[in-house]
């Protein structure tokens, strides 16, 4: 046993530094290149429509908001005048726009899911597919993205971004060294994982397919005030010794459920020491599961053997407190 988790050991050794050392070709940054910028192409467009429309719009909900300011309402006011005195005259105007729009085009309506609400991070949305089929080789990657208020770019897009581009250059430098033979398949889906008024995590999972599966997940907790992406690291610096309390944690939960499965094997307490897993460097994927609990996730083959996947530590409140909040 011990011969060969050090044959499997070796091999991931070896795939990380092939991968590591690998050199995008030019081709594959252009293509990546076009890519990005035709979307971008057709989000500008599609804005710039918007916004010719939008004065008509914005004349309709000053006269309406004008009107129903002569009337005392007082407490009992609903509908688009409360929402004038929270939220203010451009926000309305911009949200009877959006009724306004999508009762006149049919084109307009089907794209309201990409139409933000209110708030300074509105909703995730897929910002563009990739897919690929060359041979047996096959690739299908969704990106997402966040919309800020407005439309406003969210800085937290620009790592989901970088990610997605790593994929698929990984793909087709892949697919570029085989010409396409043998069989090969990249999956990339996405998720919300929680959300609440504070932070939303995008969990991002991948699975590649050669001889064997390999699973691994990438998870972008961001700030939904500032939209920036917030490290393990940054979310306990406040509390330095925390992050070795949750490290503490997730050891005691590998000795617990490897005593109580001899199916479950952990690299910890095991036959080769300097493999095990030694803590946590705070750049580590994790978001919170719906009761606010730090959830910890690590890929294949990073704290266990491969037939264990991609694993996750569920940490305990009594451990982390409230860091969702």
Not at 83 to 90: F, N, W
Request: with cysteine; hydrophobic share 35%.
């Amino acid at each position: 046993m011990t011969q060969n988790r050090e044959k499997r050991m070796d091999k991931l050794e070896e795939w990380k530094k092939e991968y590591q050392s690998m050199t995008v070709p030019k081709e594959v940054k252009d293509r990546i290149r076009m890519g990005i910028a035709k979307a971008q192409e057709e989000k500008q467009s599609e804005e710039k429509k918007a916004k010719e429309k939008q004065p008509e719009a914005k004349a309709f909900a000053e006269k309406s908001y004008q009107n129903r300011e002569n009337r005392d309402y007082g407490k009992k006011q609903r509908g688009v005048v409360f929402m004038m005195k929270r939220v203010g005259m451009g926000a309305a105007a911009a949200m009877i726009a959006i009724v306004v729009l999508a009762n006149s085009s049919a084109s307009v309506a089907l794209a309201m899911g990409r139409i933000p609400v209110l708030g300074s991070i509105a909703r995730v949305v897929t910002f563009r597919d990739y897919t690929d089929k060359s041979n047996h080789f096959e690739a299908d990657i969704s990106i997402p993205k966040l919309e800020g208020e407005n439309g406003s770019e969210v800085e937290a897009n620009k790592s989901i971004e970088e990610y997605a581009n790593q994929l698929i250059a990984q793909y087709e430098a892949d697919l570029q060294a085989s010409s396409g033979e043998g069989n090969y398949s990249l999956t990339s889906s996405y998720d919300v994982a929680f959300e609440n008024e504070k932070y939303v995590c995008i969990r991002i999972h991948s699975t590649m397919v050669m001889a064997s599966g390999t699973e691994f997940v990438k998870v972008f907790t961001v700030d939904k005030e500032t939209g920036k992406t917030v490290s393990l690291a940054e979310l306990v610096k406040n509390q330095p010794e925390l992050l070795e309390k949750i490290s503490d944690n997730i050891k005691e939960q590998m000795e617990e459920q490897m005593a109580a499965d001899d199916s479950v094997t952990y690299f910890y307490h095991s036959e080769v020491p300097e493999l095990d897993f030694q803590g946590l460097s705070g750049e580590e994927s994790y978001y919170f599961n719906a009761d606010g609990e730090l959830v910890i996730s690590f890929d294949e083959y990073e704290v266990a053997p491969g037939y264990m996947g991609a694993v996750s530590f569920t940490i305990p409140k009594e451990v982390t407190g409230e860091l969702s909040k």
